[in-house]
């Protein structure tokens, strides 16, 4: 069976400091895709990266960075210089090759404060 | 160019009732997946249509059912609705087994 934990239910901090959202997952298989998608109070779910098994590169896009570690089944996202609107609920989820269903943690719920 | 679109936004229903959901895809997507997102939790995979035909399910009973049109949009049905299916229903569209796009959800509240 496939989980995703994330072990911080909610984390608040002052802008303009960086923050770290931890994603921890379990699954059997060798071929899977880790996602992070986020949730503004819209509702709406939105992708932010996906990260094939096979690729450990880490990867940065602006403010946005993320640190894939199969040594220690971890997919960690960081936000560095942190800005209000970075204010949402973050979610780790997961994909086994072939399947169709994505695993979703249980969010971060991230407060950023002016 | 459009994103994952969802109607209605909001539905309030008694319980024992049902209910149908609305999504229409991405442009270019021919698949389209429903979760179920009750409160503080993350979303939980109902099931998956390709091709108008389900392709696989989740944990859900069978008072859940869906429907996939040859445009590629679909519907979620619920019957017998009970208080505990009170969620934000979220319709996610991809192309075959790509990347899952999501829309802004309907919130379906249950009396």
């Known amino acids: 069976a496939q989980k995703v934990t994330q072990a911080q239910t909610e984390i608040s901090v002052v802008e303009k400091e960086d923050v770290t959202l931890d994603c921890v997952y379990e699954?059997?298989?060798?071929?899977?895709?880790l996602f992070w998608y986020k949730q503004p109070p819209s509702g709406e779910l939105v992708f932010l990266i996906r990260r094939n098994s096979f690729d450990e590169q880490n990867e940065i896009s602006g403010r946005y960075s993320w640190n894939f570690q199969k040594s220690t089944s971890s997919f960690n996202f960081t936000i560095t210089a942190s800005q209000v609107v970075d204010s949402a609920v973050y979610f780790c989820a997961l994909r086994k090759a072939g399947a169709q269903k994505l695993v979703f943690g249980q969010g971060t719920r991230l407060t950023i404060n002016p | 160019d459009a994103g994952v679109t969802q109607s209605p936004t909001h539905l309030i229903k008694t319980r024992g009732q049902q209910v149908t959901l609305r999504c229409s895809p991405k442009?270019?997507?021919?698949?389209v997946s429903w979760y179920q997102q009750a409160l503080g939790q993350g979303p939980q995979f109902i099931f998956q249509y390709y091709e108008e035909e389900e392709r696989q399910r989740g944990n859900f009973p069978d008072r859940f059912s869906g429907h996939q049109f040859p445009n590629y949009s679909s519907e979620l049905n619920v019957n017998a609705l009970l208080l505990g299916d009170s969620a934000l229903y979220l319709c996610?569209?991809?192309?075959?087994?790509?990347?899952?796009?999501f829309g802004p959800g309907t919130r379906l509240t249950v009396l």
């Open positions: 996610a569209s991809s192309s075959q087994g790509d990347t899952q796009y």
């Open positions: 442009s270019g997507h021919d698949t």
């Open positions: 699954t059997r298989d060798t071929t899977y895709y």
